[in-house]
């Protein structure tokens, strides 16, 4: 272990990044002592991950990025956990091999040590980044990033991809280290940031608008963005019920359904009983594995449960004729995760849309996005573009249900709620059915009325979204847990 | 209002296979669809070009070097204009190099789409089939077609096609079964198109693009293959020109100085290959960024 030393900083001075054609981040200063966490906030397209790039060495910069005085030695000095864990481990080598490779490379640290500081078990290092689940992916990497003792670890959205509880462990977990380096941590959520940095710098558009000590960043912010990321994050507005109602029914009895993988096979759906009525908003929340996705799927009248039946408006889609069952997925609007693989890549937007309904212009002007962008092809779209590209889609297959996978996942705050308003205004407007998947509570209390819970494939509770701070059910009283934000003492 | 795909369909620009997306300003595509038209035109229009037969021997004039009067390409050992050759020998050439090519692909195709789509034993009989007519050399398949079915151009063009549909049928069912797991393959399925649809608009013309440049390889296999054949006697007479009995004979001048013997048809070749990859590219609409 390095040594605790108060004098140890990283200063950045005028540091500025270009990309081709143009410049991303304007002559940023900065300056963490030791043993602090600086969060560094900001909405998508701000230049956070840029920042940390240039300050790890790895983007060409201008301006100065030293520690304690002297310039900071590439992958020596900064440590690098990167936001998707398991793509940016090499498949095909173990942990342990990763590890080792770092310590040959800096002849120094101790891999056992690291996993067990991020609270891994170091017979993990015989393991395969693949075997790992998403939340042990994102520990070793940051096992990874700080086995060679650096006095910087940069966390760059190390838990936007988990569930509220394993991010819990995870950022927890990073907390701890910090006592002996320098954390920035990378985020565009200021709940994450409040609860575990010690500093905020608040991004926008390349500059640093806001700078200083959690507390008062969150109390008494200066920047009117500051403002409107600690707004939209409150936001806890309840949904608006529709004045008419055209959406459709669906229930589900004693549904089943396993996954079957090369080896071993999962029982994903365990027996779930769920009425949603006609104009219902209701979201189904639960960590990662305990089955959300799978149900959606079986909602949508896309999966073929293993027991138990799926009733839209009163018909088992199941037992219906292909094309009837055809017709009822037509009537359904579906929302992926990750809604840019969810277009043929060879498509354009209007080609995307045009194949659920009639494009129309109206339809891109509605989810607030700009017509000319019909001639884009999904590449070239943003997180947020993709998000409404793929509502526009649904709402041109004129759906009476509507079903969304974790539709604000992977967003910033701002862009989150925009997307959720988008959400409750086509229900209130137009007396959609909405089912939504997500594991963000907020999310669940802003457009829902009724939230299910669900917990190893099983529904644990289901309740109004009102009642949810009552709720009983220790999955539930988890996940309330592990995303109220709370101050811990400096 | 309710969305029917018939009607969907209705005003876009046509789409899966029917998408060739000729835009004006791509100088390579209208480049490469002007050389194989010129191609075309020069085999067809062969007599009027030259005024010499391309069997005739000329022994007063024999191995011309390029630029000789009345031989723009020069003369073989034999004395046979070059240049008539060239023009003929397009024509067979062309004939089984496209005509071999377009079949293989087709049948490859099918038989890959169908391989990807069909219950497991099909697409096991299929991949074995594949697997076993790639086992076996090419000569000993068409030496057994001949022999039942006598020499003929149109059995060299059968023969090219059964021995090589297998290269694309594998990638196709490989393309697909890769596809069928995409993220954008389960959205169409819950916008309630059929399978039938799935597989044209987005299936298919995903796995285009390495089926393309297949074909254009494919196109210059066919064209060497067809001279292997013909010298054997199993195709056209060997005395009839064509790219590839060209090069095959002149092979033996590659030493001796006259390396404009085999520069030439080599180069047609070349050309017409580069020309093909350009179209079919051009065919399988814009790639994803990716492989190929």
């Known amino acids: 272990m390095s040594p605790h030393d108060a004098a140890r900083a990283l200063t950045v001075e005028g540091l500025t990044v270009d990309v081709p054609g143009r410049r991303v981040v304007h002559g940023l200063d900065l300056t963490v002592p030791a043993g602090r966490i600086l969060a560094l906030v900001g909405p998508s397209g701000s230049g956070k991950t840029l920042t940390a790039r240039a300050i790890a060495g790895l983007q060409p910069h201008g301006g100065s990025v030293l520690l304690d005085g002297r310039p900071v030695r590439r992958g020596r000095d900064v440590g690098y956990a990167f ?62 990033a700080t086995v060679h003792e650096p006095a910087v670890l940069i966390a760059d959205e190390v838990t936007t991809a988990l569930d509220p509880i394993t991010q819990e462990t995870v950022l927890d977990l990073v907390k701890a280290d910090a006592r002996d380096r320098t954390v920035l941590l990378i985020t565009h959520d200021l709940t994450v940031a409040s609860r575990w940095a010690d ?52 229930t589900v009895r004693n549904l089943r359904r396993e996954l079957r993988a090369r080896r071993r096979r999962t029982l994903a759906l365990d027996g779930i009983d769920l009425d949603i009525a006609p104009g219902e908003a209701v979201a189904i929340v639960g960590r990662s594995g305990s089955g959300k996705s799978t149900l959606l799927g079986a909602l949508a009248a896309l999966d073929r449960p293993d027991g138990g039946t799926v009733h ?31 277009f043929d890549p060879r498509h354009t937007v209007r080609q995307v849309i045009a194949e659920a309904g009639p494009y129309t212009p109206d339809l891109l002007r509605y989810v607030g996005l700009d017509p000319a962008m019909a001639d884009r092809r999904p590449a070239g779209l943003s997180g947020g573009e993709s998000q409404r590209v793929a509502i526009a889609r649904a709402l041109a297959q004129d759906p009476d249900v509507l079903l969304a996978d974790e539709p604000t996942s992977g967003l910033d705050v701002l862009t989150q709620r925009r997307v959720l308003d988008l959400l409750t205004g086509l229900r209130r407007d137009r007396g959609l059915t909405i089912v939504m998947v997500t594991h963000d509570l907020r999310a669940a209390r802003r457009a829902a009325d009724r939230v299910v819970v669900l917990d190893q494939g099983r529904a644990v509770d289901d309740l109004p979204t009102g009642d949810l701070d009552e709720a009983r059910h220790p999955a539930t009283r988890r996940l309330l847990a592990a995303v109220t934000p709370h101050r811990t003492p400096p | ?82 240049w008539a050759r060239m023009l003929y020998g397009a024509r067979t050439s062309l004939l089984v190099g496209l005509t071999a090519a377009a079949i293989t692909v087709v049948l490859g ?11 497991r034993w099909l697409d096991g009989l ?28 149109g059995l060299v063009v059968v023969a090219i096609a059964v021995t090589s549909w297998m290269p694309v049928a594998l990638i196709v069912r490989a393309e697909l079964r890769s596809r069928r797991e995409r993220r954008h393959v389960r959205a169409a399925y819950a916008l309630g198109l059929s399978r039938w649809q799935v597989m044209w608009r987005h299936l298919l013309p995903g796995a285009l693009p390495p089926v393309a440049s297949v074909a254009a390889f494919e196109v210059g296999h066919a064209i060497l293959t067809e001279s292997t054949l013909s010298f054997l006697g199993l195709g056209v007479p060997p005395n009839r020109p064509s790219w590839g009995n060209l090069l095959t004979e002149a092979q033996a001048h590659l030493l001796t100085g006259e390396w404009y013997t085999v520069a030439i048809p080599a180069a047609a070749v070349v050309v017409t290959i580069i020309a093909v990859n350009v179209v079919a590219g051009a065919v399988s609409g814009p790639s994803e960024g990716g492989t190929w």
């Open chain 1, 199 to 250: 500093d905020i710098a608040v991004l926008h558009a390349g500059r640093i608008v806001e700078h200083g000590p959690t507390a008062r960043v969150l109390t008494d912010p200066r920047d009117d963005l500051t403002r409107a990321l600690l707004q939209a994050a409150d936001d806890t507005r309840a949904p608006e019920r529709p004045a008419h109602i055209t959406g459709g029914a669906l």
């Open chain 1, 83 to 144: 936001q998707d864990a398991s793509a940016s481990l090499n498949p095909t080598v173990t942990i342990g091999r990763h590890l080792a490779e770092t310590v040959r490379a800096h002849r120094r640290g101790d891999p056992s040590a690291a996993l067990t500081r991020f609270g891994l078990d170091p017979a993990l290092a015989d393991a395969y980044p693949f075997e790992l689940s998403g939340g042990q992916a994102q520990r070793a990497a940051l096992a990874i």
């Open chain 2, 1 to 82: 209002m309710r969305s029917d795909p018939l009607r969907a369909k209705g005003p876009r620009r046509p789409g899966g296979l029917l998408a060739v997306r000729l835009r004006p300003r791509r100088p390579a595509l209208v480049t490469a669809v002007a050389v194989l038209a010129v191609l075309g035109t020069l085999a067809v229009l062969a007599p009027l070009f030259t005024s010499l037969d391309p069997v005739a021997t000329d022994t007063s004039a024999t191995s011309l070097p390029p630029g000789s009067a009345g031989h723009p390409l020069g003369t073989d050992l034999l004395g046979r204009d070059l």
């Open chain 1, 312 to 342: 839209r408006d009163g018909r088992d889609v199941w037992a219906m004729p292909g094309r009837a069952r055809r017709a009822v997925r037509r009537r359904t609007g579906l929302i992926f995760q990750n809604p840019a693989a969810s």
């Open chain 2, 126 to 153: 299929i991949a074995r089939t594949a697997d076993v007519l790639l086992a076996l050399p090419l000569l000993v398949i068409v030496l057994a077609l001949a022999a039942v079915a006598g020499p003929s151009l």
């Open chain 2, 109 to 119: 195709m099918l038989a890959g789409g169908l391989a990807a789509v069909a219950p």
